[in-house]
Antibody, heavy 121, light 107 residues
Framework: EVQLVESGGGLVQPGRSMKLSCAAS????????MAWVRQVPTKGLEWVAY????????YYRDSVKGRFTVSRDNAKSTLYLQVDSLRSEDTATYYC??????????????WGQGVSVTVSS | DIVMTQSPTSMSISVGDRVTMNCKAS??????VDWYQQKIGQSPKLLFY???SRFTGVPDRFTGSGSGTDFTFTINNVQAEDLAVYYC?????????FGAGTKLELK
């Protein structure tokens, strides 16, 4: 069974940084693209970023470009999201998800339980 | 960005009902729409991809259809376990965008 477990969230002041982690098990991590999706109470779900299985391709939504960095350590089966220059509008629950990007499919078929990030002074 | 407009925002249903919800894209997304279910306190769960392809393990009382800009998701014989928020997602062009969701509630 695929398990994705996020960690690293919490309360942080505006302008500060935080690093979210997503530990994966039950899958050959290096075979899969991975994604970060966030859920903002007033705005619903937002697709934030993705990274290719080898880590050589990444993509970010415009509002986080230059502030967020997605990376992975395939030897540790762990996905990361470095979030810098945090803003109040980054307050959300952040989910990591496995992205199936082959065989004509492009879906997020397994999700973590989510980690809460609150940006407030 | 492509805007996905879901309707209705919420539905009050009874067990055994047939429910239909819609998702309209602000531009042509082909068949690149997925549907997710999110129950209270849980993460989203994939139900359909490519508009009408049922994901592994999804009961056949759920169906998806549509292409272009208009998509429909139907649940036949709704069960209590189906109470959730349902989201559509377009995966045609970046950034992928979700609809705001349709919430199913019991009457």
């Amino acid at each position: 069974e695929v398990q994705l477990v996020e960690s690293g969230g919490g309360l942080v002041q505006p302008g500060r940084s935080m690093k979210l982690s997503c530990a994966a098990s039950g899958l050959t991590f290096s075979n899969y693209y991975m994604a970060w999706v966030r859920q903002v109470p007033t705005k619903g779900l937002e697709w934030v970023a993705y990274i290719s299985n080898g880590g050589d391709y990444t993509y970010y939504r415009d509002s986080v470009k230059g502030r967020f960095t997605v990376s992975r350590d395939n030897a540790k089966s762990t996905l990361y999201l470095q979030v810098d220059s945090l803003r109040s509008e980054d307050t959300a629950t952040y989910y990591c998800a496995r992205r199936i990007f082959k065989y004509g499919m492009d879906v997020m078929d397994a999700w973590g339980q989510g980690v809460s990030v609150t940006v407030s002074s | 960005d492509i805007v996905m407009t879901q309707s209705p925002t919420s539905m009050s249903i009874s067990v055994g009902d047939r429910v239909t919800m819609n998702c309209k894209a602000s531009q042509n997304v082909g068949s690149n729409v997925d549907w997710y279910q999110q129950k209270i306190g849980q993460s989203p769960k994939l139900l359909f991809y490519k508009a009408s392809s049922r994901f592994t393990g999804v009961p056949d009382r759920f169906t998806g259809s549509g292409s272009g800009t208009d998509f429909t998701f139907t649940i036949n014989n709704v069960q209590a376990e189906d109470l959730a928020v349902y989201y559509c997602l377009q995966s045609n062009s970046y950034p992928y965008t979700f609809g705001a969701g349709t919430k199913l509630e019991l009457k």
